[in-house]
């Protein structure tokens, strides 16, 4: 019977090639992977399903829902992830037969043969695993050189999912899903036409195994990245870890935290420091400078510890005692639960439980950047952590060198600090000592602080993704604004046709499951992998923290496009004006395509300006 199935459908065996039949009743309902994947969680509206003998009398004998479910299974089971996915959006029957764990088991041990007897644990093991597996990518684009579009690195085999990467001066560090630390290195290769080229994170090795987090040195300029240290579960022995005098007669091993340190030029292992059994650790950053490198460590329980280590002797072959040193927010505020801390050079930015945020500031200078003023700054006590005012929970944070952006339960960004390139996106270049609302940007997906720069990365009206950008465009680093901007624009994110050739103008277009963003002095990276059990964060702002009328919101823009209107009749040149209206369209709150647009627009009109002004040739 089935094979009597299979060949009425034109499909001789389990062949993808035979499968065309299949795939179009979702052709018309959901295109491309990025509506797919994010409407992975939810149900379409349930639809009637016609019975056997009505399928019988209308006379459609290959109808697919008639076959057994075991054949349905395999059958669909050589589907493509998305074409699976959209599948299962055409009706009820389809959703339950597609969200089957037999079906992912079979595409999971299909697309990465390695992972068969592993899965990413939750309530659909095998269907995380394959989606994770098949949306992983690391993507960059250099600021120099020739080539100024999207590129994808080596994707490590043996990685489930893409969880954290961290780029250096040579080489690019991934952490994936099973805690596995990937080395992705640069290398010279062959090219088609024979030429040697020298190509970025393009061969890769397994750096270390059950790690859970790493970092490295938190300046933005990669030079100073020498060292990689990495929060890792090692198995020691008992007598090692608890003494003689504790261990007693008692053999075996025990699961110890460590931090190993790794050369980033090499990936050789040059330090270990072992924890006792009884300390667990899911955090690692770093602050400070080479000589006076303080390591803050976040444990299970919310709870910071420290210790400070000298780099420039990591490299001699010695053994010594690291004490640990609870840290003072942990001391000062005991009630408190750390959730996720970050770091810079001289400071530390702590997120709790609650979504509160506390700050520890070790400069004078960055201090007055952040915060307007050295009034409550004690430099015999640099560790004493001063609250942030915020009308919300946060959920999420990113801090620079001497500016942060804060991300509110109701999807609000809060900018503060230093604003002289404006690289707070207010449209200004007036610093802010206190967290200031970008009202034109809401729920951003990441959210990204360099030295003099900001990054976001947000959906758009399409289904798609964008990335935006404020701040100083030197070098590169915002590609398409090479003289920066005071307000966030989308940047010029240059893609690649379906079939991979260079156009003469490239799409622009961010890759659909990018979820991170990282910038360095070459390169902007993006991180892709879609993770099914991560489900949205944000919730509607209620009517009651809504903040000003209506009446008021309009009056305030009233007020600022005068102010504009005065600037440009004050403005002398042409290109002082369109400077100026540029700004302004960027301050209004419009959509990114709409900012797009008239950007363009006034640029067409610059250009014709500009031509007929200039003399004849002869």
């Known amino acids: 019977m089935w094979t009597e199935a299979l060949k009425s459908l034109g499909h001789a065996g389990p062949s993808n090639k035979g499968l065309a039949v299949l795939t179009q009743p979702c052709a018309h309902d959901v295109t491309g992977t990025q509506r797919a994947l994010q409407n992975l969680g939810e149900q379409p509206k349930k639809k009637q399903r016609r019975s056997s003998t009505e399928t019988q009398d209308r006379g459609d004998p290959t109808s697919i829902q ?7 299974y395999y059958i669909i089971s050589f589907l493509p992830v998305k074409d699976v996915v959209s599948l299962g959006q055409t009706c009820r029957y389809f959703y339950e037969v597609c969200d089957s764990e037999g079906i992912w088991q079979r595409i999971c041990r299909r697309l990465s043969p390695r992972l068969r007897d592993e899965n990413s644990g939750g309530s659909r093991p095998w269907k995380r695993s394959a989606i994770l597996n098949y949306t992983k990518g690391l993507y960059f684009q250099m600021f120099s050189g020739r080539r100024h579009f999207v590129s994808k690195t080596v994707a490590p085999l043996l990685s489930h999912g893409y969880r954290k990467f961290l780029p250096t001066k040579d080489h690019v560090f991934i952490l994936d899903y099973n805690g596995t630390l990937f080395f992705l290195k640069n290398a010279l290769v062959s090219s088609t036409m024979g030429h040697v ?12 195994r059950s790690a ?9 300029d990669t030079l100073y990245r020498k060292y990689l240290y990495v929060l890792a579960t090692r198995e020691q022995p008992v007598a ?12 075996g091993s ?6 190993e340190v ?15 059994f009884s300390m667990k650790f899911k955090q690692i950053v770093l602050v400070g400078q080479e000589t006076e490198r303080t390591l803050l460590l976040l444990t299970e329980e919310g709870k910071i510890y420290s210790l400070v280590v000298n780099e420039t002797q990591l490299d001699q072959p010695r053994s010594y005692t690291v004490q640990l040193a609870l840290r003072k927010v942990s001391k000062c505020l005991p009630h408190i639960s750390i959730r996720h801390m970050h770091s810079n050079q001289s400071s530390a930015l702590y997120l709790t439980d609650e979504g509160a945020v506390y700050f520890e500031v070790h400069s004078p200078g960055v201090y007055r950047d952040l915060f307007g003023t050295l009034h409550a700054f004690d430099p015999l006590d640099q560790q004493m952590p001063l609250a942030l005012s915020l009308p919300a929970k946060v959920l999420t944070c990113a801090l620079g060198y001497n500016h942060l952006g804060l991300v509110d339960e109701f999807g609000r960004m809060f900018m503060q600090g230093n604003n002289r390139y404006g690289q707070l996106g207010t449209g200004d270049k007036i610093d802010r000592g206190e967290p200031a609302q970008v009202h034109y940007l809401k729920c951003p997906i990441d959210l990204w602080c360099g030295l003099n720069h900001t990054l976001v990365l ?3 009206g399409d289904l798609g993704k964008d990335l935006l950008g404020c701040g100083c465009g030197a070098g590169g680093r915002l590609p398409g604004w090479p003289k920066g901007n005071a307000s966030f624009v989308r940047l010029h994110i240059k893609g690649l046709s379906r079939a991979g050739l260079i156009l003469a103008a490239p799409l622009l277009q961010v890759p659909p499951c990018v979820r991170r963003i990282c910038s360095t002095r070459e390169c902007l990276y993006m991180l892709s992998s879609h993770d099914i059990e991560e489900v949205p964060a944000y919730r509607e702002l209620p009517a009651s923290k809504a903040g000003l009328l209506p009446s008021d919101t309009e009056a305030m823009a009233a007020r600022a496009c005068e102010e504009y209107l005065s600037q440009l009749h004050k403005c002398q040149t042409l290109e002082g004006r369109m400077a100026k209206m540029k700004e302004a369209v960027g301050s209004m709150p419009l959509m990114t395509f709409q900012k797009d647009f008239f950007w363009e627009a006034l640029d067409m009109i610059q250009r014709a300006a500009e031509l007929r002004g200039s003399p004849p040739s002869s």
């Open 66 to 72: 008639i076959f057994p479910p075991e054949l349905l």
């Open 197 to 208: 080229q020298w190509r970025r994170a393009c061969r890769y090795v397994v750096l270390c």
């Open 212 to 220: 859970k987090d790493f970092a490295t040195d938190p300046r933005s």
């Open 240 to 251: 090692a870890v608890m003494g003689r005098s504790e261990a007693g007669t008692a053999a």
């Open 254 to 259: 025990r699961l110890c935290d460590c931090v």
């Open 262 to 276: 790794y050369l980033q030029s090499s990936g050789q292992r040059v330090f270990k420091m072992t924890f006792h």
């Open 458 to 460: 947000s959906h758009n």
